[in-house]
């Protein structure tokens, strides 16, 4: 090893890291994931990496970055996103790109949702590149365009971007360090109302798609789930958005409702959208908008119990088995690796993600990169 790379090596840690990439505006819309991505790239590459910019659109690359082992074991994979959701620079008190630290809080926007994670992942591979013989390779799978609908790593799937299986899986999303081991599913869907239209002041004339609307979400309201977890509870439903009509003074002949369901491990999406449709009644066309399955790991597979070692002493109680409430890239991801087992375990605040003043503990952005480090170094010992 040259000292060059070595150098480059221990320059980052995990704060400075962070707060260069929270110097990276990547508000999504619009994106603009590339710089973060080539800055990246181009460390990770200097650490013994092979890395690929697979853009999901123009300026917006997927990040993937391999480290080569040696045997013939699965991957271990560390996977995050790049973007992170807008800001209103007018509301927040701290500059959201500036990295301010105070009170032993790094500030901006992603600190928690999720550069804080990436920087730990980043920092923590590059350690582990430094190791002698790796009995595996890591990969890392660094995603655009994730917060309006994991995207970024749709797109790898769809175009075979995935390079393969892996044998466990760590998101680096916000959890406060705790390794949770699942979250819901997702389905939105919008369901369609039509009528005729007619003069207002001949409603006899018409049929009111509204009323049926009306209807319909009011019978949803009632609308039951058959399956629990006892790890994630029961489904939600809730109605997001209604729209129809043209003009005040017309029968309108068109209404949409917006419905958002979240499933529990053991639901199956395609089930629950079936159930709806015939809930509905062949008058109301259903749609579905986006589609991400639950995720759900085997608590007492070896992995994750070697991951609630390695977590026990950080936390300072050994982790129990808890999902997240949000839906992440494990989604696509799980099933497009090989369904391995999945941890989420990142340094951020989940309640911080997506606010004004977001920010992550310093000390958690360190131990998340230890923690990422010890993980690393056992996958790769054996
Ligand atoms: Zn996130």
């Excluded at 890395?51 to 990040?63: C, D, E, Q, S, T």
């Excluded at 129809?244 to 491990?265: F, K, Q, Y």
């Excluded at 002493?313 to 999945?342: H, K, M, N, Q």
């Amino acid at each position: 090893m040259n000292k060059m790379k070595k150098r480059q090596r221990e320059d980052w840690d995990p704060l400075s890291m962070t707060q260069k990439l929270l110097s990276m505006d990547t508000s999504n819309p619009p994106g603009r994931e590339e710089e973060e991505a080539k800055f990246l790239a181009g460390i990770l590459q200097a650490g013994g990496f092979e890395v690929h910019l697979l853009p999901v659109a123009p300026g917006r690359p997927n990040l993937i970055a391999i480290l080569k082992g040696k045997g013939d074991k699965l991957p271990l994979c560390f996977s995050g996103h790049l973007d992170t959701v807008p800001f209103d620079k007018s509301l927040w008190i701290r500059d959201p790109l500036a990295g301010v630290v105070e009170y032993g809080k790094v500030f901006g926007r992603g600190a928690s949702d999720m550069k804080s994670g990436v920087a730990a992942m980043v920092v923590a591979s590059l350690r582990l590149a430094a190791l002698t013989d790796r009995s595996a390779d890591i990969m890392m799978i660094l995603s655009a365009d994730q917060e309006t609908g994991d995207n970024g790593t749709g797109f790898l799937v769809k175009h075979n971007g995935i390079p393969g299986r892996v044998g466990a899986l760590i998101l680096g999303e916000p959890t406060a360090n705790y390794p949770m081991i699942g979250h819901k599913g997702m389905l939105w869907m919008k369901a369609v109302t039509r009528g005729v239209s007619a003069h207002a002041s001949m409603p006899d004339k018409g049929e009111n798609a509204i009323y049926k609307a009306a209807r319909a979400v009011a019978r949803l309201e009632d609308f039951t789930f058959d399956v629990t977890d006892p790890l994630m509870g029961s489904s939600t439903i809730n109605i997001g958005t209604i729209e129809g009509g043209t003009a005040l003074n017309m029968v309108p002949d068109r209404s949409v409702i917006g419905i958002d369901v979240r499933t529990v491990h053991g639901q199956a999406n395609n089930v629950v959208f079936g159930r709806l449709q015939a809930f509905l009644g062949p008058d109301i066309e259903v749609r579905c908008i986006a589609d991400a399955p639950s995720v759900r790991s085997d608590p007492d597979d070896r992995w994750i119990q070697e991951v609630y070692d390695v977590m026990a002493p950080i936390l300072g109680e050994r982790p129990v088995p808890r999902c997240v409430p949000y839906f992440t890239d494990a989604s696509v991801l799980a099933t497009a690796l090989g369904d391995p087992p999945v941890v989420i375990l990142g340094p951020g605040e989940a309640a911080m993600a997506h606010r004004v003043d977001e920010f992550c503990y310093v000390s958690k952005i360190e131990e998340a990169a230890e923690a990422y480090f010890e993980i690393g170094r056992r996958w790769l010992a054996k």
